[in-house]
């Protein structure tokens, strides 16, 4: 009998629920498996299904937008293995795991905690309720792989959200595989897409982008491509994350800080009648 | 494939005279080798036109584009505003091309027309009972000369489909005939005005089969159609390049008959700058450069025209442009 050939799996792009090749055919080597190497063409393409997505995932229940989150961690539980043998450590699996449920949870609870009835002077109801920003583009953290994706991802897109993620050039096998986590996790094609490939490429692209509503730059480690970006954003008034000098803890207790930063507010005076 | 031997007919006027005569030439067509024509579509689909190149096919077919709007809500503010768009597409580039002409509905040719007087755009009007065709031919024709009385200088008409499918030729040739003189019907009153230009809407997405888009093509030319159109948008298969790229070669080959130039327009589905580039290759590439023009082709669309704008912006300013940034209609 012969052996068998192994099966070499490539690693392509996550864009509207697909996994296309890079539109420029280019592909890079990391841990001995073919990556796609992303083009800003694909990163505007990413932009047009993020934009395309967002207004049902905007329109979804809170409560259906939970329910998809908390199965992105039950299918993160059951590739487990795949990921420790990635190199992710076993705990940094559990520990993002736990970071889906976390963040699922305030799909519905964060509207109360952030929003609600504001004391006027007048015969008038005034409510304030947060609405999502829109298309976010998501600057990965390096390290670590998994936690920092899980941790930049789900609170923008808990919330209404969709995002284009930038992952990190050097660790896109764990963002490919949490691609196909949420391929197969009921989350709509398109609010979540992952590029990946050299981020002078594809970030400068998408900040300067008219149609991206906010960026998170917190991968972004070079302190002056950090200040470009942000010149780029300012264009159309991207609301911006800037990235934290002294490092994330990304094991502390996130807190609701990257959840609220991609949110509008929007206030509405109803009369009170007699 | 090559091009429709004509050169043994003698006078392709004298057709129209009978129904058996009509028949003959139309069935006497070389048929269309649908594989071939899908797959020379499909080849000029793949041409890249990038910078400079891009530029220019997307201004051209700025100008090309028909804007359209033909909804039963339309109403005079919408396509006022439709008209106010058509002069300047893009309010904040000053260089930015006026579209071709703007096309609405008969009852809509008023205000559309106090826009659009003297600025070059042309008002095309559908009529003759748009989309179905299906109505008495005298309702077909009060319908044409009311929308030329209102001010429309381009009238789009539907052919007769059910007859033309029935195989009625001369009553679909003698329909077009008798529209193409309403076109024409208000030159009495307004001396110095010209005939109306008269687009024919084959709506190739009723007509079955490649055969019948170029017997229809060849129908409609020789009762004396200024401009072939694909479709009206109403129906699901619109504009498609290869049913284009059969009405190409028959506006080639009819030229190259009577010496008589006819226009080609594609309309419905054509959304992305992308579709348009491919169909100004296919044009390019099949006819030559003599329809490179809109008076020669023009592409009926309504969402085409904020891609191609914001495509422009890309290439002008170097980012990538939001819809947020142009306006719907």
Known sequence: MSERVAVRKTYKLFIGGKFPRSESGRSYLVQDSNVSLASRKDARDAVVAARAAGKGWAGATAYNRGQILYRVAEMLEGRREQFVALGVPADEVDAATDRWVWYAGWSDKLPQVYGGANPVAGPYFNLSAPEPTGVVAVVAPETPALLGLVSVIAPAIVTGNTVVVAASPTAPLAAVTLAEVLATSDLPGGVVNILTGRLSETVPTLAAHMDVNAIDLTGVTDPELAADLEVKAAENLKRVLRPVAAGHDWSADPGLGRMTALLETKTVWHPKGV | MTATATSARSDLSELGRSETALRTFLHGLPGVDQVGAEQRAAQLGTRSIKTTAKAEAIDLAIRMVDLTTLEGADTPGKVRALAAK???????????????????????????????????????????????????????????????????????????????????????????????????????????????????????????????????????????????????????????????LVMLEAVRDFRAATGRQVGVKPAGGIKTTKDAIKYLVMVNETVGPDWLHPDWFRFGASSLLNDLLMQRTKLTTGVYAGPDYFTLD
């Open chain 2, 86 to 244: 058509a002069l300047r597409p893009d309010p904040a580039d000053p260089s930015c091309p006026h579209v071709g002409a703007v096309c609405v509905y008969p009852s809509m040719v008023p205000y559309v027309a106090e826009v659009l007087r003297g600025s070059g755009v042309h008002l095309a009007s559908v009529a003759t009972s748009f989309p179905s065709g299906q109505a008495p031919l005298e309702i077909k024709l009060a319908d044409t000369r009311a929308a030329v009385e209102a001010g429309a200088d381009e009238i789009d008409m539907v052919i007769n489909r059910g007859a033309f499918l029935a195989g009625r030729y001369a009553e679909v040739y003698d329909e077009i005939v008798a529209t193409k003189e309403a076109c024409g019907s208000a030159d009495a009153g307004r001396q110095g005005r010209p005939r109306a230009h008269l687009k024919v809407i084959l709506e190739t997405g009723e007509l079955a089969t490649y055969d019948n888009v170029r017997r229809a093509s060849w129908l409609a030319m020789l009762a004396g159609a200024d401009f072939i159109k694909t479709s009206t948008g109403k129906v699901p298969v619109a504009a498609t390049l290869p049913v284009t």
